[in-house]
């Protein structure tokens, strides 16, 4: 006798072209955007991210036409940022918020994810800067972040979910709580990706249980142990983990999501989890059998 899985309905699955190999607008590596949209679809999904800004069509009515005729809708929108390096930095990111703010409001979503700089070239390797922030830079971080919360609220009535990511400043369970504990609940929430959150060391499940009010996002991810231990000891940046096969397709990785969707559905709060595995660059026919594979796997965790 099978029991049927529990029912998370305040889980809202989605994917993004992050799981079809898509890093940049625009790539040579990468598939086009029609192609990404038509097996989104086909996968499964109803709900998708904008990606990187300038990979799907910049025109709303473009891409409302576009993801209208295959039944989906957009969750978020990315950027990327430094404001750990302070005021000075703010008119540049700005600039970049705002083109892809406007997209995003223009799409109906309601959240924008907030990815910070890396310290080291996710390409190359070169170390760009101190991996270590001081304490200037962290006062710096979180006020320029509130700050960011506020005006995209004010401005586009987005709610800005900030990405802890590798080889950034917001990284390792340490990083995170002191990143949540310096930053106002109500301008700032957590985009909790559970890959990420491995690679550094972290516990989604108890991260949730310990923070569950400030997570406001949910990136599902899993990372393969034996190239993670790979990867830590000979300090491979991210970019050339990803291409080692560091995030690894559901459920043969670590976390397990069951418990993480779980500990999520308690919260009690609808959360999208946006299906994201890293796989830049990637040959054009790998991402859709395993997003078809992955969307069956959700399923049968009631998601």
Same mark, same amino acid.
């Given at each position: 006798m099978t029991s049927s899985a529990p029912t998370l309905n305040h889980i809202r699955v989605g994917s993004a072209p992050d799981s079809w190999g898509v890093w940049f607008a625009d790539d040579p590596q990468q598939i086009p955007w029609r192609r990404f949209?038509?097996?989104?679809?086909?996968?499964?999904?109803?709900?998708?991210?904008?990606?990187?800004?300038?990979?799907?069509?910049?025109?709303?009515?473009?891409?409302?036409?576009?993801?209208?005729r295959r039944g989906l809708s957009v969750s978020a929108g990315t950027v990327f940022t430094g404001l750990h390096h302070g005021p000075a930095v703010w008119e540049q990111t700005w600039s970049h918020v705002s083109d892809i703010a406007t997209l995003t409001q223009a799409m109906g979503a309601?959240?924008?994810?907030?990815?910070?700089?890396?310290?080291?070239?996710?390409?190359?390797?070169?170390?760009?800067?101190?991996?270590?922030?001081t304490a200037a830079q962290w006062r710096d971080l979180t006020t320029q972040t509130e /700050? !960011? +919360?506020?005006?995209?609220?004010?401005?586009?009535?987005?709610?800005?979910?900030?990405? #802890?990511h590798a080889d950034t400043h917001i990284d390792s369970e340490e990083?995170?709580?002191?990143?949540?504990?310096?930053?106002?609940?109500?301008?700032?929430?957590?985009?909790?990706?559970?890959?990420?959150?491995?690679?550094?060391?972290?516990?989604?499940?108890?991260?949730?249980?310990?923070?569950?009010?400030r997570i406001g996002y949910l990136h599902l991810k899993q990372v393969d142990p034996?190239?993670?231990?790979?990867?830590?000891?000979?300090?491979?940046?991210?970019?050339?983990?990803v291409a080692r096969g560091v995030m690894c397709e559901p459920p043969t990785g670590v976390p397990a999501l069951e418990p993480v969707?779980?500990?999520?559905? /308690? !919260? +009690?709060?609808?959360?999208?989890?946006?299906?994201?595995?890293?796989?830049?660059?990637? #040959?054009?026919?790998?991402?859709l059998p395993i997003a078809q594979r992955t969307r069956r796997f959700l399923r049968s965790c009631g998601a």
């Open positions: 949209l038509d097996e989104v679809a086909e996968a499964g999904y109803t709900w998708i991210e904008l990606g990187p800004y300038g990979y799907l069509p910049r025109d709303p009515a473009v891409l409302a036409d576009e993801t209208a309601d959240q924008l994810v907030v990815i910070p700089s890396f310290w080291r070239d996710d390409k190359t390797g070169r170390v760009l800067e101190d991996s270590t922030l /700050r !960011l +919360g506020r005006e995209v609220r004010e401005r586009y009535g987005l709610r800005i979910v900030v990405h #802890p990083n995170v709580a002191r990143f949540l504990d310096a930053t106002d609940p109500d301008l700032v929430s957590l985009c909790l990706d559970t890959g990420h959150y491995a690679y550094c060391g972290g516990d989604s499940v108890k991260l949730i249980e310990t923070y569950g009010e034996e190239v993670l231990a790979a990867v830590r000891a000979e300090h491979l940046p991210f970019g050339p983990a969707l779980a500990a999520a559905q /308690r !919260l +009690g709060v609808d959360l999208f989890a946006i299906v994201e595995q890293d796989m830049y660059p990637c #040959p054009p026919d790998k991402p």
